[in-house]
């Protein structure tokens, strides 16, 4: 299952980062372990795309906090996902 999604900070100093985000996940079966991934795919500071910055200054501090919040949400975001497509 891939589910889209975007996982937002906003802070009191009037900035908000976004960060989008896909994240893979099985479930595990008899033959084949759980299996999981998350892929950030961009990210903005107050709708300025800093992706680069990520990549270079920010990844080690927020990877996890984003891959717990994709792993704990990817039921709600499949949904949500599910009915833009047929409202489309």
Do not use: C
């Not at 759980?34 to 990844?59: C, G």
């Amino acid at each position: 299952m891939n589910v889209k999604g975007t996982y937002v900070i906003k802070e009191y100093f009037n900035f908000t980062i976004e960060v989008d985000y896909e994240y893979y996940h099985k479930a595990p079966t008899h033959e084949d372990p759980f299996k999981d991934r998350l892929d950030i795919k961009r990210v903005r500071l107050n709708d300025i795309d800093i992706t680069q910055f990520y990549w270079d200054y920010l990844n080690e501090d927020m990877f996890e906090k984003i891959y717990e919040y994709a792993s704990e949400n990817r039921i709600e975001d499949f949904l949500d996902e599910l009915d833009n497509q047929y409202k489309n």
